[in-house]
C-alpha cells in the first residue's frame, strides 16, 4: 500500500470484531512506533501491549474515551525521569509528548496496513492506568490506542485544503 493512501484511508474506528490480534502482529506495530523520530534520539518512550480482556474492561473503566470491545491496547508512555535527563524541561514537558504522538501515528498507520481498525484515546485517568498496569511513578502513559478488526468502516470527513495552507505568509481569506 502507499503512504498517501494509508494516511488517506485511516478512520478512528470504536466498533470491533470479536477476534483477537495475533501477537506478532502487536509486536510489529510496537516496533513501528519506535522507529518514529525522537528529540535528540531520545528514544524514552515505553509501549505496553494489553490483550486480557479483564485488564481491558478495568482499563475501560478509567478511561471514557474508549468506545466499543478493542481486542487490544496500546500504552504509550514516557519515562518521566530519564527525558528529563536526557533533555531537561523542554524534553520531559514538551519533546517527550511530541515523541510519543510520532510513535502513536506511526502505530497507527501500520495498524491500518495490518487491517486494524484503531483509535486514540486520550481521554483516560492517568493515575488509574499507572495502577491498572503497575507502572512506576516515573512511567507515564500519555495515549491509549484501542485496537481491533474493524466491524465499521466511517466515511471519511471533508477535509479543508485551500483555506489552511499559504506559501510564504499567511494570507487572510476574511480580511482578517
Known amino acids: 500500500m502507499r503512504v ?3 494516511i488517506k484511508g485511516r478512520r478512528s474506528i470504536r466498533k470491533f470484531e470479536d477476534r ?3 501477537k506478532e502482529i502487536l509486536q510489529k506495530l510496537v516496533e513501528a512506533g519506535i522507529w518514529a523520530p525522537t528529540g535528540g534520539n531520545a528514544q524514552t518512550w515505553v509501549f505496553i501491549i494489553v490483550t486480557d480482556r479483564g485488564r481491558i474492561q478495568k482499563i475501560k473503566a478509567v478511561s471514557p474515551g474508549i468506545l466499543g470491545t478493542p481486542n487490544a491496547l496500546i500504552v504509550v508512555c514516557q519515562d518521566k525521569e530519564l527525558v528529563y535527563k536526557k533533555g531537561g524541561e523542554l524534553g520531559r514537558d514538551t519533546l517527550s509528548i511530541m515523541d510519543a504522538a510520532m510513535a502513536s501515528q506511526n502505530i497507527m498507520l501500520q ?3 495490518e487491517g486494524l481498525g484503531f483509535c486514540p484515546v486520550l481521554s ?7 495502577i491498572l498496569l503497575n507502572l512506576p511513578e516515573r512511567i507515564v502513559p500519555e495515549l ?3 485496537l481491533g478488526y474493524p466491524a465499521e468502516s466511517p466515511k471519511p470527513p471533508k477535509r479543508k ?3 489552511v495552507y499559504f506559501f ?3 494570507k487572510s481569506t476574511n480580511g482578517k
Not at 483516560?124 to 499507572?130: L, M, T
Open 20 to 22: 483477537s490480534i495475533e
Open 4 to 6: 498517501f493512501e494509508v
Open 161 to 163: 485544503f485551500k483555506e
Open 124 to 130: 483516560f485517568h492517568k493515575r488509574g492506568v499507572q
Open 168 to 170: 510564504e505568509e499567511y
Open 144 to 146: 491509549l490506542i484501542s
Open 111 to 113: 495498524a491500518y496496513d
